[in-house]
């Protein structure tokens, strides 16, 4: 099966629709390739994993990579998520990772992450990327004893592990920083990430990669891979590259049929997004609003919101399973629904955006990065599990090092670098995901 839902999710004539289109200035002219072409490092993917590693090769390692994208720059998750430059790739949880990787590597992979939302500030300052950062760190609300219980661990785990700088808030904490809420138990709030504009940022690495020197083709899906020799053949519609090595960073847009080695070991997941219109000052105070920090709930289904610059909320949750029309429609119904339940006050406010894009899950629920063992050419990373910002973009430095040698994958640390393992049965992926939302709604668990 090449791809899991609706045709309609991976056409690239098709835009986002979301509201951040509006907002970023036009994208650069990034021609497709049009004749055939040969560089060293060609780059499958032109979201933040593929432009942080082309990026990082000009800028740092000389090396001129071209990237092969097969809509616009930043047309996959990279420009429509949520801009929460937060740590989490992971979908296991902190003791589950100790229990399986031990206490020096666990922390390694938390240092990662933390490092990850620094080189996203660090990146932006340097290039001079306009990215809108708000916010300071993000805030976990807690319903329910247990789920407050579950923060109280988190919290000592984020703390005394990852060494993060965190703070537990009590109701009254809760509505003097974040907002009028009686019905939480309190938050935990961690102090490594922030919010940004994911498609400023993503456009602005386009330019500066291709300001240092990479190549930047949209428009040019990769249709077909061949090896001839020590040579990469990659097929576009009007052009063929010829690569040494070749980066994945295709993500929950990855087709089975890119590559057989690559093929039914992840699952896309889709996540959907409203944003209201920009709320008043008075809208604001009706709801006692007090911040710019991104906010998520360990609920039986996850919210994540924050407040964008111009005012608007921005509400989002985990998405359907088909991707068609009929889908999207229900689903928008869905998420407004929820929003109004959320926040009564604001039930007649306009929803001016919506829209919908895929994550990434592995089978081993951990991020991955690495090169392949059946041919050493080939390099990826992947499997965020919708926490991709600050990943991604650290992960494209990893890659960088990769390719030229500066690291090794044995350096990297063990969470990252698991053997790719498939999915039992993948075709039936798309059913172990609708089982797995019935089970979770069922036993009240946060997905
Ligand atoms: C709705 C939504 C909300 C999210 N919210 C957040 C958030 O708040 N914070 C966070 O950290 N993460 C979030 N994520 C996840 C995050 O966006 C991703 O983890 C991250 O953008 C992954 O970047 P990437 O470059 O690896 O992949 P992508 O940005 O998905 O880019 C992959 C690209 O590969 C291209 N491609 C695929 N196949 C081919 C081919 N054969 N030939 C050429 N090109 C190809 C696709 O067109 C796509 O543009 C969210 C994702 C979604 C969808």
Redesign the pocket.
């Known amino acids: 099966m090449a791809i899991l839902y609706d045709a309609a999710v991976?056409d690239?004539t098709l835009s986002a629709g979301s509201y951040w289109e509006t907002t970023a200035v036009a994208e650069a002219n990034y021609p497709a390739l049009a004749q055939d072409e040969t560089c060293e490092v060609a780059i499958?993917?032109?979201?933040?994993?593929?432009?942080?590693a082309a990026l990082h090769l000009a800028r740092d390692y000389g090396i001129q990579a071209r990237i092969?994208?097969?809509?616009?720059?930043?047309?996959?998750?990279?420009?429509?998520?949520?801009?929460?430059?937060?740590v989490?790739?992971a979908a296991l949880g902190g003791d589950r990772l100790l229990k399986k990787f031990g206490q020096s590597e666990t922390r390694r992979y938390y240092q990662a992450q933390r490092e990850g939302t620094e080189l996203v500030k660090q990146l932006a300052a340097e290039e001079a990327i306009q990215i809108d950062a708000q916010g300071d760190g993000e805030i976990e609300i807690a319903y329910g004893g247990d789920r407050w219980r579950g923060l109280v661990a988190d919290y000592e785990f984020l703390t005394e592990i990852a060494d993060y700088p965190c703070k537990l808030w009590l109701p009254k904490d809760l509505a003097e920083q974040v907002y009028s809420n009686p019905g939480a138990c309190g938050a935990l709030h961690i102090g490594v990430s922030f919010?940004l504009n994911?498609m400023k940022y993503?456009l602005g690495l386009a330019s500066a990669a291709c300001q240092h020197g990479a190549v930047l083709h949209s428009h040019?899906?990769?249709?077909a891979w061949e090896k001839d020799g020590n040579w990469h053949l990659?097929h576009?519609p009007a052009g063929r590259l010829k690569a040494k090595t070749v980066i994945v960073?295709?993500?929950?847009?990855?087709?089975d049929r890119?590559h057989p080695q690559l093929g039914d070991r992840l699952l896309p997941l889709?996540?959907?997004?409203i944003t209201t219109r920009p709320l008043t000052a008075a809208e604001l105070e009706a709801q006692g609003w007090r911040t710019e920090t991104?906010i998520h709930e360990t609920h039986n289904v996850l919210f994540?919101y924050r407040l964008l610059k111009d005012g608007r909320l921005l509400f989002?949750s985990r998405?359907g399973t088909v991707g068609d029309r009929a889908e999207n429609e229900r689903r928008h119904r869905w998420m407004v629904q929820a929003f109004q339940e959320k926040f009564p006050v604001w039930r007649d406010v306009e929803i001016t955006h919506s829209?919908?894009?895929?994550?990434?899950a592995s089978a081993t629920l951990t991020p991955h990065l690495g090169r392949l063992t059946a041919d050493e050419s080939i390099f990826y990373?992947?499997a965020?599990?919708?926490?991709?910002?600050?990943?991604?973009t650290w992960?494209?430095r990893a890659l960088a090092q990769l390719v030229t040698g500066r690291a090794q994958v044995r350096d990297l640390c063990a969470i990252f670098r698991q053997p790719l393992k498939k999915f039992p049965l993948p075709a039936l992926r798309i059913w172990y995901l609708r089982a797995t939302f019935t089970l979770a709604d069922l036993l009240k668990l946060s997905l």
């Open positions: 991976y690239r499958i993917g032109g979201g933040i994993t593929g432009l942080s092969l994208e097969a809509g616009g720059l930043a047309w996959g998750a990279s420009g429509r998520n949520g801009g929460f430059c937060c989490g790739a919010g994911p993503t040019s899906p990769v249709e990659l576009t960073a295709t993500n929950g847009y990855t087709e890119l889709l996540s959907s997004i991104p994540y989002g998405g829209w919908n894009g895929l994550v990434c990373g992947f965020y599990h919708g926490s991709g910002v600050s990943t991604g992960s494209g």
